[in-house]
């Protein structure tokens, strides 16, 4: 059984720092992309950032770019996402995903994705 569980989320003042957690588990391929989504009451669900497992390559979304970083630790099966200078327009609730890697597919495709986790409420107090 695929399980993604999140942890790390809450509430902070803007230009305070959170860091996401998803720790991975059954899952059955080796070879994957991991990204965070995130979603803002009354939005689309949004891409934020992608690694890929293996190369370690990243990918963000243009306004967090400087401000997040995604790594992911082999060893624990867990990625991260490291949230700096928070904003309030950073407020939602975030997701992480994962899908095999496939050179097709961009890791801002939503539906790209087969696991996700169960969500964590990220709230930016201005």
């Known amino acids: 059984q695929v399980q993604l569980v999140e942890s790390g989320g809450g509430l902070v003042q803007a230009g305070g720092s959170l860091r996401l957690s998803c720790a991975a588990s059954g899952l059955p391929y080796s070879n994957r992309a991991l990204a965070w989504f995130r979603q803002a009451p009354g939005k689309r669900r949004e891409f934020v950032a992608g690694i890929s497992w293996r190369l370690r390559t990243t990918y963000y979304t243009e306004s967090v770019k400087g401000r997040f970083t995604i790594s992911r630790d082999n060893a624990k099966d867990t990625m991260y996402l490291e949230m700096n200078s928070l904003k309030p327009e950073d407020t939602a609730v975030y997701y992480c995903?994962?899908?095999?890697?496939?050179?097709?597919?961009?890791?801002?495709?939503?539906?790209?994705?087969?696991?996700w986790g169960q969500g964590s409420q990220v709230t930016v107090s201005s």
């Open positions: 995903a994962v899908r095999r890697e496939d050179p097709g597919s961009r890791y801002e495709e939503t539906d790209s994705y087969d696991y």
